[in-house]
């Protein structure tokens, strides 16, 4: 009886073993897999690790991977996140934005959190000798920006005029000590600089003092370290991820992403329509070096929406990206989803309706060449960078479509400073073909280019006054939007911009590239987005698989 | 021998030659497609019977493609080359053949004109060109640009042949003779360059090719839809593995095999300079 009991003790305390165990394996089981190196690439020397001074690709990969922000945008879903703020509040004017910071964070050397820090950063962030790109944007009307310290754990931030979507901006702005002896080396988020080599890696390690834990309480972040190699050729990034030296490709253009796909169908992502847009635009500017005749056709909106409508965007989706890209509808992709103006489509293919709008300006068709009301020929050129292999497809491509309205276009790759110069200094060119490279959803961002008298202002920058009155109406609706912080009606502003740019046709939006990215096998917890860092935005998160843990 | 089978690989070479010329020039017939339309539902396919070396990235037929490249390029790279080895004959040849404070001045400008930046002196040679140009003036534009930049490295190896030529015994006995200036160089001393100006003229057509292919970096190659050699080389940037599109070579073999067949074709002398 005895021998029962005691041998049925044992065997429930077995399975009570067996289950905490399993327990502990199942609900722990990123922890589990806490340690390793995280290996990719960067396609260029980071030029600063100076967190309000970044503005290249690079440097602001590891403002991502080191920097603590107050509040974060998610990747995923768009929606702005606490960090180290508990929870923030903006003035009804727009001109306040009041703090509650968390309480008992440290720095990575261990200097302690507070609002004196949030303050320090402030100031220098906005302090005009420091030239950052970050601090411009929080510039909003003459007068200096301040700071009031209501408590070590509170703090308010006055502007002098109001700023829409203000809070959104602090997603960039990487709190600095105001106190640590390591100035900027004192970081706040996930991983700290440990080591970089010039021209060849930078390697993070995991921030001791990290503040977030998982569900179960598990600081943050899993790996023990991320390796940055710094390396611009493609190829190479490409074979390396293929050996497995490589965990992620962050960007991967069409070809690439084909090939691995291809190979490797479940290494490939493509998380759909991304914020990028190419287009293009033909010069408008009163005193370029064209003809006259031809600035004529360049300032007449029906010749613009002639050539729109003469253009197979799906065709360029298809053949260019190999499917990897959705036809453009205008300044904002369908993937913002808040901002984007849903009842817009994109221009579809129709060339006989291109024609006709032609004739309506007084083109007419000669033995298959148009000509315009004067006799002259139609012919321009597209200049565009030289090395971008979709964009000089693209362009050979809308030759080709223009050439079935008798249009001849001829095409001209540029090295990229020069291709600058002409059409922001000189205004020497026809008709230019880039892209944007967008990261903030916020129309906001956009301010440099739809504002008639902004430098980005591709198609006529820098007007003293607007020269015609769609762009007054631009101009009036783009300040509107950016001085009120009631969202609803900055989105009715924004959207009526984007109507208007459809119809006067400024910009000629070809495609929204996807986003493609490449993330190994070995790499658990990565999901890809369209938002940079597509492919480590929740690196505190990530975690390596047993082999690849133990061979590093 | 050893001959007969120079002159088997030489009767080859020029088989090759005529060969790759007539089919060139057959363009129109062979591939009546021609080298710019776009068969957009069929981009970057393999060959078929369609496409002989099946489509590029944007659906074009690579087999007129490489036709009418070779077409071009065959014509304008000797083209350059051989305005670049008339220049080099000219500048190295009369200043070694002069000697003295001309051989001197000349390898100084030769020097001069190497260590030039031409990368930046392309840019504001583009920069003063117009954009609007049709494809075939920018082919002409870009060949013109080679031979004419072209010369200074081979004037350098010219102008120190020359100098050993002014010196030899030969031409001394025709000074004795009282042979003297243009007619000393003309009869005496450019037909011994001959070797040398070949071996330059030779060397510089694949260098003149690739370097076509450089310039449309900086939008002074040959402008699209037109093909040529080095637009086709420029094509196999990005192709990570052989094995899977080896028909996209045909444009890289094609172009050894035409100047392997043009150095053959060469007799041994005259390429031994």
């Not at chain 1, 000629?508 to 935005?537: D, H, K, M, R």
């Amino acid at each position: 009886m005895n021998m029962n009991t005691t041998g049925h003790r044992a065997f429930l305390r077995l399975i009570l073993c067996c289950a905490l165990v399993s327990l502990a394996l199942t609900s722990g089981s990123a922890f589990s897999q806490s340690g390793g190196e995280l290996r990719f690439c960067l396609r260029s020397e980071p030029k600063t690790f100076d967190p309000l001074l970044v503005d290249d690709d690079s440097s602001l990969s590891i403002r991502y991977l080191t920097g603590g922000v107050l509040v974060r945008a998610n990747r995923k879903t768009q929606d702005l996140e606490p960090e180290l703020a508990e929870s923030w509040k903006v003035s009804k004017d727009g001109k306040q934005i009041a703090f509650k910071l968390r309480r008992g964070i440290m720095f990575s050397d261990g200097t302690p959190f507070s609002s004196e820090d949030v303050a320090f950063t402030m100031q220098r962030l906005m302090d005009p000798a420091l030239h950052s790109s970050t601090g411009d944007a929080f510039r909003s009307g003459s007068g200096a920006v301040s700071t009031k310290i209501i408590a070590p754990d509170q703090i308010a931030i006055i502007f002098p005029a109001p700023l829409a979507g203000l809070e959104r901006l602090f997603d960039q702005v990487a709190i600095m000590s105001a106190h640590s002896p390591k100035k900027e080396a004192a970081v706040l988020g996930p991983f700290l600089v440990a080591e970089y080599k010039a021209g060849s890696s930078v390697v993070l390690r995991r921030n001791p003092n990290y503040w977030k834990k998982d569900s179960q309480g598990h600081r943050l972040p899993y790996l023990d370290s991320i390796r940055l190699d710094i390396q611009s050729n493609r190829d190479v990034e490409m074979l390396r991820f293929k050996r497995g030296e490589l965990d992620l490709i962050n960007v991967l253009d069409s070809d690439y992403f084909d090939r691995l796909a291809a190979s490797s169908p479940g290494l490939a992502h493509d998380a759909g329509a991304s914020l990028d847009s190419d287009f293009m635009w033909f010069n408008q500017v009163a005193s370029a070096p064209i003809p006259e005749y031809k600035r004529a056709w360049f300032r007449s909106a029906n010749f613009r929406r002639a050539i729109s409508e003469a253009i197979n965007r799906d065709d360029l989706s298809r053949v260019v990206f190999n499917g990897h890209a959705q036809p453009a509808v205008g300044p904002v992709s369908p993937a913002n989803k808040f901002w984007f103006n849903s009842k817009l489509k994109a221009e579809s293919y129709r060339p006989d309706a291109a024609l006709k709008r032609l004739q309506t300006d007084g083109f007419h068709l000669q033995n298959g060449a148009l000509f315009d009301r004067g006799g002259n020929a139609v012919e321009f050129s597209i200049v565009t960078n030289a090395g971008s292999k979709p964009r000089e497809r693209m362009a050979v491509m809308v030759q080709e479509d223009l050439g079935k309205l008798g249009i001849k276009v001829n095409v001209v790759t540029l090295d990229f400073p020069s291709l600058i110069e002409r059409i922001s200094q000189k205004f020497n060119y026809e008709a230019a073909m880039l892209g944007f490279r967008n990261v903030d959803l916020d129309p906001n961002g956009q301010m440099n280019i739809w504002l008639s008298s902004a430098e980005n202002h591709a198609w006529n920058p820098q007007q003293k006054s607007p020269e015609t009155a769609w762009e007054g109406e631009i101009d009036r609706l783009m300040r509107a939007q950016a001085s009120t912080a009631d969202p609803k009606k900055r989105k009715e502003s924004f959207d009526h911009v984007q109507e208007i740019a459809a119809e006067q046709a400024p910009f000629i939006y070809l495609v929204n590239q996807n986003a493609l990215s490449a993330v190994s096998s070995a790499v658990e917890g990565a999901n890809p987005g369209i938002l940079s860092p597509q492919t480590f935005w929740n690196a505190e998160r990530l975690t390596l698989n047993a082999s690849t843990r133990a061979s590093r | 021998m050893q001959r007969e089978r120079m002159n088997a690989a030489r009767k080859l070479a020029c088989v090759v030659v005529v060969a790759v010329c007539a089919v060139s020039l057959g363009a129109n017939w062979l591939a009546p497609a021609g080298y710019s339309k776009q068969f957009r539902d069929a981009p970057s396919a393999p060959p078929s019977h369609q496409h002989l070396l099946g489509t590029d990235e944007v659906g074009r037929d690579r087999f007129a493609r490489v036709l009418y490249g070779t077409r071009i390029s065959l014509l304008l790279a000797p083209a350059a080359a051989l305005v670049s080895t008339v220049l080099a004959a000219l500048v190295g040849g009369l200043a070694g053949y002069l000697g003295g404070i001309w051989l001197r001045l000349a390898r100084g400008f030769t020097d001069l004109f190497l260590s030039l930046p031409w990368l930046f002196l392309l840019i504001t040679v583009r920069a003063l060109l117009p954009l609007n140009v049709s494809p075939l003036v920018s082919v002409l534009i870009t060949f013109l640009i080679l031979g004419l930049l072209g010369w200074a490295a081979s004037a350098r190896v010219l102008s120190t042949s020359a100098d050993a030529l002014r010196n030899s015994d030969f031409v001394l006995q025709a000074r004795a003779s009282g042979l003297h200036g243009p007619r000393l160089f003309l009869v005496h001393v450019l037909p011994n360059l001959k070797p040398v100006l070949y071996a330059q003229f030779w060397i510089s057509i694949p260098v003149f090719i690739l370097s076509e292919a450089n310039l449309g970096i900086l939008g002074l190659g040959v402008a699209e839809p037109l093909p040529s050699w080095g637009s086709l080389l420029r094509e196999l940037e990005g192709l990570i593995s052989f094995r899977e599109e080896p028909w996209r070579l045909v444009p890289l073999l094609l172009l050894i095999v035409v100047l392997t067949s043009f150095q053959l074709l060469l007799s041994n002398e005259e390429v031994t300079a």
